[in-house]
């Protein structure tokens, strides 16, 4: 069934209510675990309905927040989802108490009662209102986001329509398209400072409420990190400066001399070549023509993954007017489909999506023999292993897409992972700063982030651009408003990433073997336990970083 024949009904929250509490006190009466099993089946059919219909009226809203009727609908579940989390706790206190919980254990996994345990920590019915207001500040950046209409070369364009322009070859060019879009976040600074003073008293008013001494012990929670804490990732991030930090430095170095420039400004970083950085040779068709031919001989299994996503038009990738930006994969239980959003702008970005998402969407559909909800996805920097090792497994098929380019490709692709990890730190190094101190002006907060730009990137060069030079470029970071804490995830992610890049390197087979194990787990185990199922080492681990750095480093000079 094609996704635009999927069917959008808005639940009856007082019809599932009444039936989720019935169906929860069942199980909390019963004595018989196949009747339990039973229950719990019933429970998740209708929780799954539930985040099916939210699913697709977000998908349908992002592909154009224009529609007025998906807008109304979006404001609905900003409203509606807090109760429907009301419910969801229900059933944990229920399971996490049960008189049979050493045989539900063992039938649903020790890494879904902590989940569940989580969850109760993070959930009061007396942070409901909390919950919306929180959600209708995160939507209002969306829209915010959604509403850059920046005049250049003659057109009006959106956020993602600016790209291909700061990617030009013609410096003048890049400088004039930073620049404009940097004007789009000063014209609406005081509404950006607003929306994220905000969020940030909400959510610490949320962490007072449930107990908490700060967001940051909440936040972690939100995250379901069971296996790691704060102090773990203070290692890591350490780890980052003394190996990471260096090589990133000298490939930004090498990149200024590449391009015979004597500084090189912010508005150069992300152009690599004189004569321009790679670009895929065909449009979005053509694009999604060559990714069919590339996963159907990458594997069976993903073969038979990509043509489900066609057949049923599982992806909606171009840029158009009223589309909001940024790209994401979700799953829609009831039709057992991933979906991916993107916006296609003609760049190497196009095809990351068309390997990144992917490797989401593709771990989703392996997985979808998962019926409970919680367990689907892995936690978030277990998910992103399997987007970015996806990246390198289908390097093979690169010069499909780029021809002439491919090398290039290759060189930015590997580059990029390792100047990305620094930046996912700083990301995250910011918000533990913002929560430890929620009272900090935005003043103080621009400072902030800047000082640790020098810190993560001491090669940025804004001198010519006072607006991002006061601290301000982390206003097009959506992760800072809209999910605080996800971001170290990504660079955790890489360095397991760059390991399954270790592997296929001396045995192709045995590590996509490695990647099918971890896909099909989903996320029926927590993260450390995750990277033991696909032979990794914990980024924690002393010398796991530097040692993947070492090899990185390598393959890059001698490219």
Not at 474 to 479: D, I, K, R, V
Not at 523 to 544: D, H, R, W, Y
Request: charged letters at 25%.
């Amino acid at each position: 069934m094609k996704f635009k024949d999927f069917k959008y009904e808005r639940p009856n929250y007082n019809l599932v209510k009444k039936t989720l509490i019935d169906l929860i006190q069942k199980l909390k009466d019963s004595d018989n675990i196949q009747e339990q099993k039973n229950l719990i089946h019933e429970i998740n059919t209708v929780r799954n309905n539930v985040s099916s219909m939210s699913s697709i009226a977000n998908i349908r809203h992002t592909i154009n927040t224009e529609d007025k009727f998906y807008d109304n609908e979006n404001e609905y579940w900003d409203e509606i989802s807090p109760f429907y989390q009301e419910l969801d706790s229900l059933f944990y206190e229920i399971m996490v108490n049960h008189n049979n919980r050493v045989n539900l254990v063992l039938e649903y996994g020790e890494q879904l009662f902590r989940l569940m345990e989580n969850s109760l920590k993070i959930f009061s019915p007396d942070i409901i209102e909390d919950l919306q207001e929180e959600n209708k500040q995160i939507s209002k950046y969306v829209k915010l986001l959604a509403s850059a209409k920046i005049m250049f070369d003659g057109k009006e364009r959106n956020l993602s329509g600016m790209t291909p322009f700061i990617l030009s070859s013609d410096r003048t060019i890049r400088k004039a398209a930073q620049e404009a879009k940097s004007t789009f976040f000063l014209n609406n600074e005081t509404e950006f400072d607003e929306i994220f003073n905000n969020l940030v008293r909400v959510r610490v008013k949320i962490a007072k409420k449930l107990g908490f001494n700060n967001f940051i012990e909440l936040g972690y929670l939100r995250m379901n990190r069971v296996d790691y804490d704060a102090k773990m990732v203070d290692s890591f991030r350490k780890q980052v400066i003394d190996s990471v930090v260096p090589l990133a430095s000298s490939l930004y170095e090498k990149q200024r001399i590449r391009l015979r420039l004597d500084s090189l400004r912010y508005y150069d970083e992300k152009f690599e070549f004189n004569d321009g950085n790679p670009t895929p040779k065909g449009d979005a068709n053509w694009i999604i023509e060559q990714g069919k031919y590339m996963y159907h001989e990458l594997s069976p299994e993903t073969s038979e993954f990509i043509d489900f996503m066609i057949d049923n038009d599982l992806m909606d990738l171009t840029t158009k007017k009223g589309k909001a930006g940024g790209g994401y994969c979700t799953f829609i239980p009831d039709y057992k489909s991933p979906f991916i959003f993107s916006n296609f702008n003609g760049t190497s970005g196009d095809i990351d999506v068309l390997t990144h998402e992917a490797g989401h969407a593709f771990q989703a559909y392996r997985s979808s023999w998962i019926e409970v909800p919680e367990l689907l996805w892995a936690t978030y920097e277990s998910s992103e292993i399997h987007s970015m090792s996806m990246e390198f497994f289908t390097m093979n098929w690169m010069e499909n897409f780029f021809k002439e380019d491919t090398n290039k490709y290759k060189f930015l692709h590997l580059s990029n992972a390792i100047k990305f990890i620094p930046y996912g730190v700083l990301v995250d190094h910011f918000q533990h700063k913002i929560y430890e101190n929620p009272n900090l002006t935005p003043t103080e907060r621009k400072f902030i982030w800047r000082d640790l730009e020098k810190i993560y990137k001491p090669h940025c060069d804004y001198s010519e651009n006072p607006f991002l030079e006061k601290g301000t470029w982390w206003f097009q970071q959506a992760h800072i408003f809209e999910l605080p804490f996800y971001y170290i995830d990504y660079s955790l992610a890489q360095i397991c990433a760059l390991q399954f890049w270790q592997k296929m390197n001396k045995n192709y087979q045995e590590s996509w073997k490695d990647y099918l194990n971890l896909c099909h787990e989903g996320g029926t185990k927590s993260f450390l336990n995750l990277l033991k199922v696909a032979k990794l080492i914990s980024p924690f681990e002393k010398g796991c970083v530097e040692n993947i750095i070492l090899d990185a480093e390598s393959y890059l000079n001698n490219f």
